[in-house]
């Protein structure tokens, strides 16, 4: 009699066995090394010195067999309490913790120890057993991953996240750093001074190319989290921009930007304006003279083969954001990041708490990236609108930070980027001009002082560059080269000459320099 089969599927016996041994690994044991288990823990008991040998390598879970892992246990619950470590003391550790039958009787202890004649080669033996352990649990999580692969409910990212974290958790936990004798660091000490032997600036972290910023800070510092905060219009992506520049173009420093806000298009388009000097607004409208098309693909030559690399996802999320790090981090070496800008990223799906949590996950979370891949992420970040509604000179200060005052915790350093002449202050307390001067506010310094170091701001450049007391500013460097209009040109100004307009999306009256329309339309 024929037997029933579905149609359009090979149901043959070797095609059914093929299918079971994929699925389930029929016939396969884990990896383990048994043999070598029971060596290590006879050489334990036969030498009492052999447990500071393998301490950092082994852990309990290292083990394969569940009577060799509580008999580990009870050899480190007597190392941790100065007690000799031999056949008998283990026997009686096993015996006061319950857990004797479990490792097999005393029998079986005794047994352990005559397999073995001494503890020469327990190093070698011990990491055989961790490479075990290693491969067992990327079984494991290959497994976790492909059982949640096929659920219709798993997000994607947050799936490729976990697999991410747990091979990262796994290496951390089995590959750690030895301690090296004095000799070894000395050696090593002296190698780095001679290497900044010729250096002069004094640099211990990427340059940010301003010479004052950079006195104070020493270049932006590995697994620091910065945030770099301000109004709209006071240049934060001109800022992080120039930074940008600075460390790639001329340090060849290989660095990342992530733009939530502005398209690679309109980035790489400030960095042109900003490389030949061409007024940003040329560019925009693509009125340029023949002189200035071979200006500018003369002077961007060195910016066309540089380390930056652009990403401008739309609401990128922290899952998606640690992912392209680590790959960047690993195939490019990338030595910065830089967030535009932090509130427009959007944080765990699964949170379900208000937006003020939702960014404090997000700035932990940058701090993570900065520690794990040991580079500093430098995020943009709003400020309130209190700062406009305060008297006096508008400065921000800290309890401006909009959102979340997690910012502030989890910062290694803030700053605030500031510039006077936009609220029509045209003089410092010292008399000197403000007009094109930008002001970096370090508000908070966790391996630092607090400064304010003054920069020169082109706006038309969409650049900032050190402030030269041989470089005087001109009138039309301010925004775009545009001038403001007369008073009696009958739009309305505010208290500092800007012109006010008003916001379609948020009906409130905002001051924008130039003619802008919104903060859309804004150059900064």
Same mark, same amino acid.
């Given at each position: 009699?024929?037997?029933?089969?579905?149609?359009?599927?090979?149901?043959?016996?070797?095609?059914?066995?093929?299918?079971?041994?994929?699925?389930?690994?029929?016939?396969?044991?884990?990896?383990?090394?048994?043999?070598?288990?029971?060596?290590?823990?006879?050489?334990?008991?036969?030498?009492?010195?052999?447990?500071?040998?393998?301490?950092?390598?082994?852990?309990?879970?290292?083990?394969?067999?569940?009577?060799?892992?509580?008999?580990?246990?009870?050899?480190?619950?007597?190392?941790?309490?100065?007690?000799?470590?031999?056949?008998?003391?283990?026997?009686?550790?096993? #015996? &006061? +913790?319950?857990?004797?039958?479990?490792?097999?009787?005393?029998?079986? $202890? !005794? =047994? /352990?120890?005559? *397999?073995?004649?001494?503890?020469?080669?327990?190093?070698?033996?011990?990491?055989?057993?961790?490479?075990?352990?290693?491969?067992?649990?990327?079984?494991?999580?290959?497994?976790?991953?492909?059982?949640?692969?096929?659920?219709?409910?798993?997000?994607?990212?947050?799936?490729?996240?976990?697999?991410?974290?747990?091979?990262?958790?796994?290496?951390?936990?089995?590959? #750690? &750093? +030895?301690?090296?004798?004095?000799?070894?660091?000395?050696?090593?000490? $002296? !190698? =780095? /001074?001679?290497? *900044?032997?010729?250096?002069?600036?004094?640099?211990?972290?990427?340059?940010?190319?301003?010479?004052?910023?950079?006195?104070?800070?020493?270049?932006?510092?590995?697994?620091?989290?910065?945030?770099?905060?301000?109004?709209?219009?006071?240049?934060?992506?001109?800022?992080?921009?120039?930074?940008?520049?600075?460390?790639?173009?001329?340090?060849?420093?290989?660095?990342?930007?992530?733009?939530?806000?502005?398209?690679?298009?309109?980035?790489?388009?400030?960095?042109?304006?900003?490389?030949?000097?061409?007024?940003?607004?040329?560019?925009?409208?693509?009125?340029?003279?023949?002189?200035?098309?071979?200006?500018?693909?003369?002077?961007?030559?060195?910016?066309?083969?540089?380390?930056?690399?652009?990403?401008?996802?739309?609401?990128?999320?922290?899952?998606?954001?640690?992912?392209?790090?680590?790959?960047?981090?690993?195939?490019?070496?990338?030595?910065?990041?830089?967030?535009?800008?932090?509130?427009?990223?959007?944080?765990?799906?699964?949170?379900?708490?208000?937006?003020?949590?939702?960014?404090?996950?997000?700035?932990?979370?940058?701090?993570?990236?900065?520690?794990?891949?040991?580079?500093?992420?430098?995020?943009?970040?709003?400020?309130?609108?209190?700062?406009?509604?305060?008297?006096?000179?508008?400065?921000?200060?800290?309890?401006?930070?909009?959102?979340?005052?997690?910012?502030?915790?989890?910062?290694?350093?803030?700053?605030?980027?500031?510039?006077?002449?936009?609220?029509?202050?045209?003089?410092?307390?010292?008399?000197?001009?403000?007009?094109?001067?930008?002001?970096?506010?370090?508000?908070?310094?966790?391996?630092?002082?607090?400064?304010?170091?003054?920069?020169?701001?082109?706006?038309?450049?969409?650049?900032?560059?050190?402030?030269?007391?041989?470089?005087?500013?001109?009138?039309?460097?301010?925004?775009?080269?545009?001038?403001?209009?007369?008073?009696?040109?009958?739009?309305?100004?505010?208290?500092?000459?800007?012109?006010?307009?008003?916001?379609?999306?948020?009906?409130?009256?905002?001051?924008?320099?130039?003619?802008?329309?919104?903060?859309?339309?804004?150059?900064?």
């Amino acid at each position: 009699m024929a037997e029933n089969k579905p149609a359009g599927k090979d149901w043959s016996p070797s095609r059914r066995g093929n299918s079971l041994k994929q699925n389930i690994g029929v016939g396969k044991l884990p990896p383990q090394a048994p043999e070598l288990e029971e060596a290590v823990l006879g050489a334990l008991m036969l030498e009492k010195d052999a447990l500071t040998t393998v301490v950092d390598i082994l852990s309990p879970d290292s083990f394969y067999k569940d009577s060799h892992k509580v008999i580990y246990q009870a050899i480190l619950d007597l190392f941790n309490g100065s007690e000799p470590i031999d056949l008998l003391t283990v026997t009686n550790q096993l #015996r &006061k +913790n319950g857990k004797l039958e479990i490792a097999g009787g005393a029998y079986h $202890i !005794t =047994e /352990l120890t005559s *397999k073995v004649s001494s503890a020469a080669n327990i190093e070698y033996h011990a990491r055989i057993i961790t490479e075990q352990a290693m491969k067992r649990d990327m079984i494991r999580i290959s497994s976790d991953i492909q059982k949640e692969a096929y659920e219709e409910t798993t997000d994607v990212f947050e799936l490729l996240d976990k697999m991410e974290s747990s091979l990262f958790e796994i290496s951390e936990r089995n590959i #750690r &750093k +030895n301690y090296s004798d004095m000799r070894s660091i000395m050696r090593l000490a $002296i !190698t =780095e /001074l001679e290497g *900044k032997k010729g250096q002069k600036d004094g640099l211990t972290g990427v340059p940010s190319g301003f010479t004052a910023l950079d006195r104070v800070t020493s270049g932006w510092q590995k697994s620091d989290l910065v945030i770099i905060a301000a109004r709209p219009a006071m240049g934060k992506t001109a800022f992080v921009l120039s930074t940008l520049r600075n460390a790639a173009v001329d340090h060849n420093r290989p660095v990342a930007i992530f733009s939530l806000e502005m398209s690679s298009v309109q980035l790489v388009n400030r960095l042109i304006s900003s490389e030949a000097e061409l007024d940003s607004e040329k560019i925009k409208k693509g009125n340029l003279a023949d002189y200035e098309w071979e200006q500018l693909i003369h002077k961007t030559s060195k910016l066309s083969s540089a380390p930056l690399f652009v990403d401008d996802t739309p609401a990128l999320s922290i899952l998606e954001l640690r992912a392209k790090c680590r790959r960047l981090k690993a195939q490019s070496d990338i030595q910065m990041i830089v967030v535009d800008y932090l509130q427009l990223m959007s944080g765990d799906s699964k949170g379900g708490g208000n937006r003020e949590q939702e960014i404090a996950s997000i700035s932990r979370a940058l701090k993570m990236i900065a520690k794990e891949l040991e580079v500093p992420v430098i995020a943009l970040s709003q400020l309130s609108r209190s700062v406009e509604t305060r008297g006096g000179d508008k400065r921000p200060q800290l309890s401006d930070l909009r959102e979340s005052g997690a910012i502030e915790q989890d910062a290694d350093m803030v700053m605030f980027l500031y510039r006077p002449e936009y609220y029509g202050i045209t003089e410092d307390e010292e008399g000197n001009t403000t007009a094109g001067v930008g002001e970096v506010i370090i508000a908070k310094h966790r391996n630092g002082s607090l400064e304010n170091v003054k920069l020169r701001f082109i706006g038309k450049y969409t650049k900032f560059c050190d402030l030269e007391l041989n470089a005087p500013y001109q009138p039309q460097d301010a925004m775009y080269g545009h001038k403001f209009p007369s008073a009696s040109s009958g739009q309305g100004f505010d208290d500092g000459g800007m012109i006010r307009h008003q916001s379609k999306a948020n009906n409130n009256d905002e001051p924008f320099p130039g003619g802008f329309g919104s903060k859309d339309d804004a150059p900064f």
